[in-house]
């Protein structure tokens, strides 16, 4: 038997999928995450999941991880302490950056300007020079080197950084360094930036170089600790973890390359997405994951997350592929309130986390919360997980009427305001990817997953316009799911700068065949077999003068059918979508990149048993919830008695052990084959 074990910690929870490769059987958990050390509430998990399917941890192939350490060391400015080491006359290129400032024009009056991951007094130039074409003009100075790299050891960094000018043509002189440095500093790891993106504009590279070594040591120390914990605890399968751009790396590739992980959190709860939609024969999905502090929303188009080449967090924007995952501070914990000034009702971005926690949930929490609204309202019944976890329908009330008495208006008048505005933030953030994207969200279905997902999918898709509503299976864990039946994923970079028309079609195939020749040999020495591996040419364009690119997706085949006349209409094509008009002047081929991918997972979903339509043998109970203005009847289910083919008119409400569905009263829900309740207007 091979077992998968998908683990993705958040803030408040960390979830767990085992899923029995031969049947499809699957098993679910959810523990408190253990925020000072994450490695202990995932062995908590490890050990109940165990127990709950009767298998042993060394009976797990393969453990497969969403993790936001890299993330938070980043917003928490927890990351290391970092020496930079550039080329003579280019000190300040962390403090220059792009000079871009946010806001206004008088923007630059009122932003505090970001402390750079690498402080001044820990950036030393060096001498030595590559021109433009990779050849050297001036030698390095070894030295000179060896003495900027003993002031570093003796200032105490904890990582260090070589980005050199022109580095990404010609690497040895970065390579040099580096060689010191293992000689010189044998402790502190090593960052170059022709390895970690061997791309052009020298900011981006430095930038994302030093990022990389900020996040090493707390990552590497993260992950060696949870490799030794599962080892100790008799698992000695693979442990492999999710990067950004929703595709696996392993743990020792990790601790090397740890700019990948920096959205490895959001990207599990697509791929999840993704699954369920190949199940579910829906091919376009919006994707609503609503956790206790924030909604993460992504495109999925033709069952392909959209990708982008920056990936953002806080003020950080790095360059790494990753999902196009937008982040708003709406979520269950969101605290609603009356700010003095206007007397207008705001929800978030403020959230009362998992300590203390909802009023709703006894936990001492004071203020009304998005999760207390929908308790007065009817949405979230009291008995939750089969009466295990009682909620507080009385406190929640009280809280919710401070909020109604400062607004003069009643107590569910109040609660559905706060749901209404709260819905309003998770429809901007799905008009982000969707309409300023150039897509209609009418052609998309809209899917909720998360905690709260479920709860809020039906009115986001009356907002958008996006039919069915789809409640997935086993929302609660959908991102441990994604991460249990996501693909390995490798990539590699080089940046090529010629315009079409001076640009050989066989120069270009011969560099993309080197580069996925290197790809797929990293994924070889993961062992697996040459013919599971696919590979994938990605290629960003522009009109020359643009200071921007357009990345293109496209296969090996289809791109020697085409050359690169094919490349050029697509990208008019696509700048047509995003833009709505196409230049005349001369396209230029900025970046070649090579995508290695392993195997897909083939596992078919369980199916349900067919029922007769009538959902009554999964009735637990009649119920009121507030709709259309005053309470109405509604009915509560039992998600896990449910049968294919079962229809449920609205307002009714399905309770499950990790979430609960909200069904309108103006919609129907239809329970498919797989057991995803797909959700249209009555």
């Known amino acids: ?55 042993t941890p060394g009976d797990i192939e393969f453990f497969l991880h969403g993790t936001t350490v890299a993330t938070n060391a980043v917003l928490e400015g927890k990351g290391a302490r970092v020496g930079l080491i550039t080329t003579e006359g280019y000190r300040q290129v962390m403090q220059i950056a792009r000079s871009f400032v946010p806001g206004g024009l008088a923007g630059w009056i009122v932003w505090p300007k970001p402390e750079p991951l690498a402080a001044l007094e820990d950036t030393f130039e060096i001498r030595g020079r ?34 050199l000018m022109n580095g990404y043509l010609n690497g040895a002189h970065e390579r040099r360094v580096g060689e010191l440095a293992a000689e ?52 000695a399968g693979s442990l492999s973890l999710l990067r950004s751009d929703g595709g696996l790396m392993s743990s020792e590739k990790s601790e090397e390359h740890p700019v990948a992980l920096l959205m490895s959190g959001p990207a599990g709860g697509v791929t ?141 008048e109040a609660a559905r305001g706060i749901i209404d505005i709260v819905n309003e933030n998770m429809f901007g953030a799905l008009r982000m990817i969707s309409v300023q ?35 997935p299976v086993s929302p609660g864990v959908l991102c441990a799911l994604g991460d249990a039946t996501t693909r390995m994923r490798t990539e590699t970079a080089r940046s090529f700068s010629q315009p079409f028309s001076a640009t050989e079609e066989q120069a270009v195939l011969d560099q993309l065949d080197e580069m996925a020749e290197q790809t797929r040999g990293e994924l070889r020495a993961e062992g697996i077999a040459e013919a599971d591996i696919t590979v994938q040419f990605e290629l960003d364009v522009r009109y020359e003068g643009q200071a921007f690119e357009v990345p293109l997706s496209i296969d090996p085949a289809t791109l020697r059918a085409d050359g690169l006349e094919g490349v050029r209409a697509r990208f ?86 990790d979430s609960t569905t909200l069904i309108e009263a103006d919609c129907v829900g239809t329970v498919d084959a797989c057991g995803n309740i797909l959700i249209n207007p009555a």
């Open 437 to 471: 994207q150039g897509y209609d969200p009418r052609h998309f279905a809209v899917m909720g997953f998360g905690g709260a997902g479920p709860l809020h999918v039906n009115a986001v898709a009356k907002l958008m316009g996006s039919w069915p509503a789809v409640s």
């Open 272 to 412: 999840g997405a993704l699954w369920v939609g190949k199940n579910a024969g829906i091919h376009n999905i919006l994707t609503l994951d609503v956790g206790g502090t924030s909604t993460d929303v992504a495109l999925i188009e033709n069952l392909e997350a959209r990708r982008v080449r920056t990936t953002e967090v806080g003020h950080l924007s790095v360059r790494a592929s990753a999902l196009d995952v937008k982040t708003v501070g709406a979520g269950g914990g969101s605290i609603a309130y009356v700010p003095e000034l206007t007397g207008a009702l705001r929800v978030g971005p403020q959230s009362a986390g998992a300590v203390p926690g909802p009023v709703a949930y006894g936990n001492g929490g004071t203020l009304p919360t998005v999760t207390d609204a929908n308790v007065v309202l009817g949405y979230l019944p009291e008995n939750l997980l089969g009466g295990t976890f009682k909620l507080d329908r009385e406190g929640a009330k009280a809280a919710v009427q401070t909020i109604a008495d400062k607004l003069g208006i009643g107590l569910m």
């Open 130 to 163: 590559m021109n433009a074409r990779g050849v050297e003009t001036a030698p390095i100075d070894e030295a000179q080197i060896r003495d900027v790299l003993a002031q570093l050891r003796d200032s105490g960094v904890e990582a260090l950084t070589v980005s």
């Open 572 to 657: 008019d094509a696509e700048h047509e979508r995003l833009f709505t008009f196409n230049m005349d002047s001369e396209h230029e081929l900025v970046n070649l990149r090579a995508v290695a991918l392993g195997p897909v997972l083939e596992l078919g979903a369980l199916q349900l048993p067919v029922g007769n339509g009538d959902p009554a043998e999964a009735k637990i109970r009649d119920h009121e919830l507030w709709a259309d203005g005053r309470m109405v009847p509604a009915v509560i289910y039992d998600r896990a008695r449910l049968k294919a083919n079962d229809v449920i008119p609205g307002p009714a409400i399905v309770v499950e052990m």
């Open 1 to 55: 038997m091979t077992y998968r074990l998908g683990v993705d910690v958040g803030g408040t929870f960390t979830d767990l999928l085992l899923l029995d490769q031969a049947s499809g059987a699957f098993w679910r958990h959810k523990t408190p995450s253990t925020p000072h050390d994450s490695s202990q509430g995932i062995l908590n998990g490890l050990a109940a999941i165990c127990g709950e399917a009767g298998v």
């Open 184 to 235: 010189i500093m044998p402790d502190v790891p090593v960052s170059l930036s022709h390895v970690v993106l061997p791309e052009m504009q020298e900011y981006e590279r430095t930038l994302t170089t030093v990022a990389n070594a900020a996040v090493r040591p707390v990552v590497g120390s993260y992950v060696r600790n949870l490799r030794s914990s599962l080892r100790s605890s008799g698992m």
